[in-house]
């Protein structure tokens, strides 16, 4: 079993950069992919970004490609998302999600564990 607590949301202007981060619990962090997803409201939950359990491949949402990085400290159990020049339509709740495969996915129903997510919002 995984718990996943994300952290690190607020309040930021649009251009602004803003990291959120994600704590697992569970010695077996280090061999899950990871992701972020995220849902505004009265939206799907969308996927944003995605990490290997070696960091090596990453994949994100074409909407913010060049802007989010997303990136994992194994020795640490976490895994980040940092977020540049945010726009307000990056305004979401964030959510962390584990999958119990090494390999990279950007679907809902290829993780198994979900934090409880962050709130960001992003002011005009």
């Known amino acids: 079993q995984v718990q996943l607590v994300e952290s690190g949301g607020g309040l930021v202007q649009a251009g602004d950069s803003l990291r959120v981060s994600c704590a697992a619990s569970g010695r077996t962090f280090s061999s899950y992919a990871m992701g972020w997803f995220r849902q505004a409201p009265g939206k799907e939950r969308e996927f944003v970004a995605t990490?290997?359990?070696?960091?090596?491949?990453?994949d994100y949402a074409d909407s913010v490609k060049g802007r989010f990085t997303i990136s994992r400290d194994n020795a640490k159990n976490t895994v980040s998302l940092q977020m540049n020049s945010l726009k307000p339509e990056d305004t979401a709740v964030y959510y962390c999600a584990g999958r119990t495969l090494r390999s990279i996915a950007t679907t809902r129903n290829a993780y198994d564990y979900w934090g409880q997510g962050t709130q960001v919002t992003v002011s005009s």
């Open positions: 990490i290997s359990w070696t960091g090596s491949s990453t």
